[in-house]
């Protein structure tokens, strides 16, 4: 059930003075299973990319395929899809509005028509994925921290079981702790469910650590679609569209430059490690 997006084509304001094209004959597709990170600077149309993809925009022109049918088809259903393809946006807290975190978590499942047997048993199963106390289900979710919302926020999400989970800097505004916290989190889910996530992000660090493909996005056009590794080979590249490599990348090429024989390849912190301590026959 790959999501695969065909020249596809977004232009705010179409058709007046003020028109702008966001996206700009867009093609890739989004395989069963993988970890995906999408990094572009601001304006590159990242966001609006993601909104794309579970029908929240609609494109100017091209076609959006999921599970063999184009979304844009007359007798194709939106809350379908919507069950399917989940959103988490940023800031997502700002989405919580019900008197409980058990009445918030719940509302996907509920809205997809399931007994309350099985809704109690997607809110809780959802809760534990995240890593929040079910104890603290009937409180008020605006009385809870900012990382205990944002962990409910997409809790809700993940309670729909969709077979794709969209996150837009899904870790904004958050500490370090809290930002590892909700990506392990999110990697830990991935790799138990098998499900696809995509991570739009400004950290390089983030979708380097995370990612298996990394989407590079700029001026509404994809420049890149690899692995991290072959993405920050280029890091010079990126530096011209307004971004970076991992500061690892940065490192490993100045050791490189001041005649050390590493590879420059690494751009995790371990992978440093690693290449370091083989250089030192450890």
Same mark, same amino acid.
């Given at each position: 059930m790959a999501l695969e997006l065909k020249d596809i084509t977004y232009k705010y304001s179409a058709g007046t003075a003020y028109e702008i094209t966001a996206l700009d004959h867009i093609?890739?597709?989004?395989?069963?299973?993988?970890?995906?990170?999408?990094?572009?600077?601001?304006?590159?149309?990242?966001?609006?990319?993601?909104?794309h993809l579970n029908g929240l925009i609609k494109a100017t022109s091209g076609e959006i395929i999921y599970n063999g049918q184009n979304i844009y088809d007359k007798d194709y259903s939106m809350k379908e899809l919507r069950t399917q393809v989940g959103m988490v946006f940023q800031y997502p807290e700002h989405q919580l509005f019900e008197t409980t975190v058990y009445d918030d978590v719940a509302f996907g499942p509920k809205n997809q028509g399931l007994d309350d047997k099985d809704v109690a048993l997607r809110t809780y199963e959802a809760m534990e994925a995240v890593g929040f106390p079910q104890e603290l289900c009937d409180v008020s979710p605006f009385e809870l921290s900012g990382g205990q919302k944002r962990r409910v926020a997409i809790a809700g999400v993940m309670a729909m079981k969709p077979a794709v989970l969209i996150l837009d800097e899904p870790t904004a505004g958050l500490?370090?702790?809290?930002? @590892?916290? $909700?990506?392990?989190?999110? %990697?830990?889910?991935?790799?138990?469910?098998?499900?696809?996530?995509?991570?739009?992000?400004?950290?390089?660090?983030?979708?380097?650590?995370?990612? @298996?493909? $990394?989407?590079?996005?700029? %001026?509404?056009?994809i420049k890149y679609n690899d692995t991290p590794k072959n993405v920050f080979k280029h890091y010079k590249d990126l530096e011209k569209m307004g971004l970076a490599a991992p500061q690892v990348t940065y490192f490993m090429n100045d050791l490189k430059n001041a005649g050390m024989p590493v590879s420059t390849d690494a751009t995790t912190v371990q992978e440093a490690r690693d290449e370091i301590l083989k250089l030192m026959g450890r």
């Open positions: 093609n890739v597709t989004f395989p069963d299973g993988e970890f995906i990170g999408i990094i572009g600077h601001t304006g590159s149309g990242k966001s609006t990319l993601v909104q500490d370090p702790m809290g930002r @590892d916290e $909700i990506l392990n989190m999110l %990697k830990e889910t991935h790799e138990r469910t098998g499900n696809t996530v995509i991570l739009v992000s400004h950290s390089m660090e983030d979708v380097a650590n995370y990612a @298996d493909r $990394i989407i590079v996005i700029d %001026k509404g056009q």
